[in-house]
């Protein structure tokens, strides 16, 4: 099966699908972080090339429900009108995406603008779902796929506890945790459970 995973660069999709012996890339606009085949360039650019699969994790900056403040034009004015066009530009690339000649589509993204200005996601799933023990909401848009079965249950990994305010005394996930210059990368991770899931279920489709 030819296989794309668009908006990739960690290859941790890619590698999953390659390991079971499909032909396999990932496509960004940054070099791969790991050894195989890899396209450096525009998805959009990309699409027609006969692929049977695709995979994509379009940037979720401006769809997460993270940021949700920063669209407040009382308190932030032009800053966050020009944050409300970089959204719709964003829903529009992942329309390109979705309605691709492509015959099966994944589209990944956390809960946030999709759910309620795309379409309802097709599935919510967990990281810890699939054994990998971290807590972060994860939906998916499928197109002729079929929702991912559960691999393996494990407990969240609690990173702290809320000290003070309305959550006091609740734990802290990954999801909540990191902050830094670093904080966008490491929340954006994708998960190799997930991913091995995604390469044994839909090969066999």
């Not at 309802?120 to 002729?144: A, L, M």
């Not at 990173?159 to 670093?182: L, N, V």
Request: glycine share 6%; net charge positive.
């Amino acid at each position: 099966m030819k296989v794309l995973v668009a908006c990739e660069y960690s290859g941790i999709v890619r590698d999953a699908f390659a390991a079971l012996g499909h032909d396999a890339w990932s496509c960004d606009i940054l070099p791969t972080e790991s050894k195989g085949n890899h396209i450096q360039d525009d998805i959009l650019k990309h699409l027609d090339n006969n692929w049977d699969l695709m995979i994509a994790h379009p940037p979720c900056t401006y769809l997460s429900n993270a940021g949700i403040r920063w669209f407040n034009e009382e308190k932030y004015g032009e800053k966050a009108k020009l944050r409300k066009q970089l959204r719709l530009e964003a829903l529009e690339f992942v329309k390109k995406l979705y309605y691709c000649n492509i015959p099966k589509i994944c589209i990944e993204n956390p809960v946030g603008y999709l759910n309620y200005n795309f379409k309802k996601p097709d599935q919510i799933v967990q990281p810890y779902y699939f054994g990998d023990t971290e807590s972060k909401r994860t939906c998916f848009w499928y197109k002729n796929l079929k929702p991912l079965t559960h691999t393996k249950l494990v407990e969240p990994k609690i990173y702290a506890y809320y000290k003070s305010g309305k959550r006091k005394g609740k734990p802290i996930y990954f999801h909540e945790f990191h902050s830094g210059k670093d904080r966008s990368k490491i929340r954006s991770k994708f998960w190799k459970g997930i991913a091995q899931a995604m390469a044994a279920q839909w090969s066999i489709e």
